[in-house]
């Protein structure tokens, strides 16, 4: 059994589904955030089989909740103080996102203003859909990204 230690302040990323927890590191940015990260893939789950984890030794406020939320918003969020696990939150699906995904439209304004923020707002929850906010180009959730 593999044995990864406790984490003293921070975040356990929980019911993340198997093969996913590479995506939300790169999307988190925590290869550029100066804490300690642990990636445990394909642990088993009673409830889901297989599922992912991540424990991220830093403060709750750096992480981004509306990139878990767009990602997988089955995903448990729980937050630790003092090796004890505090609080925990559902992700949802954010009503709005920004710099997570990139336009393909080669009209929008975003490919010709490089450094005008990438926005996009949730149109259809049910679908999981959202639309950029300049040229309501439409997404299909987490499955058209890159």
């Given at each position: 059994?593999?044995?990864?230690?406790?984490?003293?302040?921070?975040?356990?990323?929980?019911?993340?589904?198997?093969g996913r927890s590479m995506?939300?590191?790169?999307d988190l940015k925590l290869g550029k955030m100066d804490c300690t990260v642990a990636i445990i893939k394909n642990a088993r789950s009673n409830k889901?089989?297989?599922?992912?984890?991540?424990?991220?030794?830093?403060?709750?406020?750096?992480i981004n909740l509306d990139i878990l939320g767009y990602i997988d918003h089955n995903i448990t969020v729980n937050i630790v103080k003092d090796g004890v696990i505090v609080e925990k939150r559902d992700v949802k699906l954010p009503k709005q996102i920004v710099n997570v995904i990139k336009c393909k439209n080669p009209r929008c304004i975003t490919s010709i203003?490089?450094?005008l923020d990438q926005v996009f707002v949730?149109?259809?929850e049910k679908e999981e859909i959202y639309r950029c906010k300049y040229c309501e180009e439409k997404f299909h959730g987490h499955k058209d990204r890159r």
């Open positions: 059994m593999l044995n990864v230690g406790a984490i003293q302040e921070g975040v356990v990323l929980d019911h993340i589904k198997a995506t939300i590191y790169h889901m089989g297989k599922k992912d984890i991540i424990k991220i030794e830093c403060p709750v406020d750096m203003e490089q450094g949730l149109a259809d």
